[in-house]
């Protein structure tokens, strides 16, 4: 198989977004309040824009990639893969028939073709190609094995900071001490603790009625009556 390089344009080696549109909830009902329909929007992070162009335009192509570990913007952490061109502006394509040129260049993204002195598009070594396919597949294994190790990592010192954080409660929610619920199904609540659980779980004894009510809550739950 022969191979060719491409100059691609600015903006094209990131991954595209597809926007698509789904009905709202009030037309779902059969009301006409607004637009009747919301956008929504998607990525993926495997394919660059460039490479979805190619694809879709019927070429064989390769965007040699490499791999690093990054944080997730959206939770502490969490660690993901997450995809960069190797070869900043350029991508390959395989066995362009003659006619198959003019098409490449109509193609959003590509810019041009990689050529010799003389005009003729200059053809890349399978052996190439093959050297930058070992690069990438390492670099994945490798940054993979990175973010399950960061992730392990980050996990670990959430750990222990609860625990930590769950230690110096204790001194606090003492059985015996009064306490008010500020979360869940008995928020409101005035309570006396009877004793912990475990290192997340307290059991508290309700305030208020003519038999006593025991449950058992998250430590969050609860805030001593002195600070309430």
Same mark, same amino acid.
Request: aromatic share 10%.
């Given at each position: 198989?022969?191979?060719?390089?491409?100059?691609?344009?600015?903006?094209?080696?990131v991954p595209q977004r597809e926007y698509w549109t789904e009905p709202n909830a009030s037309a779902l009902k059969g009301k006409t309040r607004?637009?009747?329909?919301?956008?929504?929007?998607?990525?993926?992070?495997?394919?660059?824009?460039?490479?979805?162009?190619?694809?879709?335009?019927?070429?064989?192509?390769?965007?040699?990639?490499?791999?690093?570990?990054?944080?997730?913007?959206?939770?502490?952490?969490?660690?993901?893969?997450?995809?960069?061109?190797?070869?900043?502006?350029?991508?390959?394509?395989?066995?362009?028939?003659?006619?198959?040129?003019?098409?490449?260049?109509?193609?959003?993204?590509?810019?041009?073709?990689?050529?010799?002195?003389?005009?003729?598009?200059?053809?890349?070594?399978? &052996?190439?190609?093959? $050297?930058?396919?070992?690069?990438?597949?390492?670099?994945?294994?490798?940054?993979? #094995?990175? *973010? +399950? %190790?960061?992730?392990?990592?980050?996990?670990?010192?959430?750990?222990?900071?609860?625990?930590?954080?769950?230690?110096?409660?204790?001194?606090? &929610?003492?059985?015996? $001490?009064?306490?008010?619920?500020?979360?869940?199904?008995?928020?409101?609540?005035? #309570?006396? *603790? +009877? %004793?912990?659980?475990?290192?997340?779980?307290?059991?508290?004894?309700?305030?208020?009625?003519?038999?006593?009510?025991?449950?058992?809550?998250?430590?969050?739950?609860?805030?001593?009556?002195?600070a309430a």
């Amino acid at each position: 198989m022969k191979w060719f390089a491409i100059r691609t344009k600015p903006g094209f080696q990131v991954p595209q977004r597809e926007y698509w549109t789904e009905p709202n909830a009030s037309a779902l009902k059969g009301k006409t309040r607004g637009v009747g329909y919301r956008m929504r929007s998607s990525v993926n992070p495997e394919q660059a824009a460039i490479e979805t162009h190619l694809e879709r335009a019927g070429f064989v192509h390769y965007m040699p990639a490499e791999f690093v570990a990054v944080r997730n913007r959206n939770k502490k952490g969490l660690y993901e893969l997450r995809r960069f061109a190797l070869l900043k502006g350029y991508a390959f394509v395989a066995e362009v028939d003659e006619a198959g040129w003019y098409r490449l260049l109509d193609v959003p993204g590509v810019h041009s073709v990689v050529a010799d002195i003389s005009g003729k598009a200059l053809p890349i070594r399978s &052996l190439d190609i093959h $050297r930058l396919r070992m690069y990438e597949q390492n670099s994945r294994a490798v940054a993979n #094995a990175k *973010v +399950a %190790a960061l992730t392990k990592g980050a996990e670990t010192q959430a750990r222990r900071e609860r625990k930590a954080i769950s230690k110096a409660t204790r001194k606090k &929610l003492f059985p015996g $001490r009064e306490v008010r619920l500020i979360w869940g199904d008995k928020v409101g609540r005035d #309570a006396t *603790v +009877a %004793a912990w659980q475990d290192e997340d779980f307290v059991k508290v004894v309700l305030k208020g009625l003519q038999e006593a009510e025991t449950v058992t809550v998250p430590f969050e739950f609860l805030k001593t009556s002195d600070a309430a």
